[in-house]
C-alpha cells in the first residue's frame, strides 16, 4: 500500500540520516587534537568572548566556560565594565576585560587579537548602539587578521542591521535559532522563510551571504556552507532553559579552531566550519540528554555545563 511505501521510505531516510550523522561524527573525531605531554598552554587554543553588559552576565559566562570544558586552554570575555566583576565572580577561570563600553573598544580588543584563535561574538551583548558599533569595529579588525568568529544572540541582531559586515567571509559561521533565522533572512533575500523547505531557506541564506556557514537551530539543527547541507538530530530534551545555544557557541569557537588548524584532509574534503558546527550541535544535544536524563524539567544550563565532559566522551572519544 502506499502508507506503506512511505514509511519504508521515512524509515530508509531515517536509517540513512543515522548513517550520515555517524560519518559527520566520524570527521568531528578527526579534527580533535590528542592530548599530550608536550604541548604548552595555549597550543589546543585561545577563544574570545565578545559579549556581556550590566543585565546580560550569564551568556558570555556560558560560553566563554564551555570553551574551556571542550578543551580550550585560555578563555577570554571582553565585557562592559559593570558586567566585568560580575563575571569574574562566577569563576576564576576566566580572564575577563572589561573594555566593551570604553571608547577605546576597538584598540583595546584589537591589541589582544594577535594572542586569539577564534571570537564568539554576541552572547549577552544588548542592543545598545554605542556597544553595537564597537562590535562592528571589532569585527572589522578580526576580519583584517583571518581570524574565525562565531556569530549568536545580539550579534546576529547587528549582522542583520549590517549583512556586508560578514557578506563573504569564510571564516564566520552564524548560530541564529528560529527568530534569528527568519529576521536574517528578510534582511539578506527581502522575502519571508518558506517554512515547507528549511533545508533549502538555509541553503539559499548561507549562499547569499557569500558562503557564510549558518546553523539554523531548532527541533533539528539544519547546517549549510552554501554547497552542502547537513542534519543534526542528536537526541536532546523537551527542555528549552534558557543559555543552551551559549555553550553551543563556545564550544564552536574551540571545535573552529581545531578544524582549521587540522584542515580539509582530515574532514575528507567537507568543509572544517561546517564539520566544526556538526560537532558543537551534536555535543550541545548530548549535554541536554544527559543533564535532562538526571534533572528533568528542573534542568538548566548549569546542569548542562557539567555534562561537557562525559557528553564530549560519549561522542567523540569511544
Known sequence: SALRILERAFS??????????????????????????TKHKGQDGRIGVVGGCQEYTGAPYFAAISALKVGADLS????????APVIKAY?????????????????????????????????????????????QGILEASKARDIPVVIDADGLWLVAQQPALIQGYQKAVLTPNHMEFSRLHDAVLRGPVDSDDRHGSVLRLSQALGNVTVVQKGERDILSNGQQVLVCSQEGSSRRCGGQGDLLSGSLGVLVH????????????SSPLLVAAFGACSLTRQCNHQAFQKHGRSTTTSDMIAEVGAAFRKLFET
Open 12 to 37: 530508509l531516510r531515517k536509517v540513512h540520516s543515522i548513517k550520515d550523522m555517524e560519518n559527520t561524527l566520524q570527521l568531528v573525531r578527526n579534527i580533535i587534537p590528542p592530548l599530550s605531554s
Open 76 to 83: 577570554h570575555v571582553f565585557c562592559t565594565s559593570a558586567a
Open 91 to 135: 569563576s576564576p577561570e576566566l580572564i575577563v576585560h572589561p573594555v566593551l563600553d570604553s571608547p577605546s573598544a576597538v584598540d583595546e580588543v584589537e591589541k589582544w587579537l594577535p594572542r586569539l584563535h577564534a571570537l564568539v561574538v554576541g552572547p549577552g551583548l544588548g542592543r545598545d548602539d554605542a556597544l553595537l558599533s564597537n562590535v
Open 258 to 269: 581545531w578544524a582549521l588548524l587540522a584542515g580539509p584532509e582530515k574532514t575528507n574534503g
